[in-house]
């Protein structure tokens, strides 16, 4: 099941939270259950269009952030603007603000970084946690620390640490680099020319660029605290569900298992063709499986 860009008729707002103001789009109806959708890098709320009319269509109501430093969203200067916590809270502050006290949270690459740790440090807050192609953060700083094959696989994360020139090399041609990075690491058909096309738009937004930027540079020094202080493994104890693409790129399914044996309650689902890009890869699948596990 397919979808061309569909996001016009849902509402757009400016959201408060946290001392920031985020570009959130909201669609279905006002009593559904709400679901909090969380994009990655380098994607922003048009990251969810195939999912978006079909959870609204299944009578959830959908909250789709464009996060901190993305597309229309407020982009503070600074790596140390960029803290998984300090991310986490902005989603915190989505929540009061809707006036949901439990959450369904569904995160994507970075989103589901921020969804891991929104469980880790609210768990309060969450009823279902929904995590695509992404481990727990503790298994993923192990294995960069511990294991050859992913460090090679995260090449891209070391590279983003040189300011100035990263960003030259990503904006330059037309982000010419940045399209081919995000095409060639999906399947055939997973993006077509005018998705591209929208992609650039928010990529152009002022000041875009070195805010997506600074999630990796700040969690590159973060990491390395945490590894520093031999910070015990933390458990999820919100019931969650793992989608896992097999042939991601960037991030090897060893991390799965062990990101299972972190949570007290959590199953998985293995896509054998679909890349990092999931959601995109597999819609009408990982759709029917949102719904099911969000009821």
């Not at 006290?101 to 309060?124: C, F, I, S």
């Not at 992404?134 to 590279?159: C, G």
Request: proline share 5%; net charge positive; glycine share 6%.
């Amino acid at each position: 099941m397919r979808f061309s860009v569909i996001l016009a008729p849902m509402l757009r707002q400016i959201i408060q939270t946290n001392g920031v103001n985020l570009h959130v789009l909201t669609d279905g109806p006002q009593s559904g259950t709400p679901v909090i959708l969380l994009h990655g890098f380098p994607e922003f709320h048009y990251g969810w269009r195939r999912q978006i009319p079909v959870l609204a269509a299944a009578g959830f109501r959908v909250i789709v952030p464009d996060q901190r430093g993305y597309n229309l969203s407020d982009k503070p200067k600074g790596a140390a603007a960029y803290d998984v916590n300090t991310l986490a809270k902005d989603i915190i502050g989505l929540f009061d603000h809707f006036g949901i006290q439990k959450a369904r949270l569904v995160g994507h690459d970075w989103g589901a970084m921020v969804a891991w740790t929104v469980a880790l440090n609210h768990p309060e807050r969450l009823e279902k946690l929904t995590i695509l192609n992404v481990p727990h953060p503790d298994v993923m700083t192990r294995f960069i620390l511990e294991n050859a094959e992913q460090r090679k696989k995260s090449w891209y994360v070391f590279f983003f640490q040189i300011p100035f020139l990263v960003e030259w090399v990503l904006r330059r041609d037309d982000y010419r680099a940045m399209a081919r990075m995000l095409v060639g690491s999906g399947r055939k058909g997973a993006f077509n020319r005018s998705d591209v096309e929208e992609y650039k738009k928010a990529w152009s937004q002022p000041g875009a660029l070195t805010a997506m930027l600074s999630w990796y540079r700040n969690i590159f020094r973060n990491s390395l605290k945490y590894l520093l202080k031999k910070v015990p493994a933390r458990r999820v104890s919100v019931p969650t569900l793992i989608l896992w693409g097999m042939n991601d790129v960037a991030l090897s399914h060893e991390m799965v298992q062990p990101s299972v044996e972190m949570c007290d309650d959590a199953s998985v689902v293995y896509f054998e063709k679909a890349t990092h890009w999931v959601q995109h890869d597999e819609a009408e699948q990982v759709n029917n499986l949102l719904i099911e596990f969000m009821r």
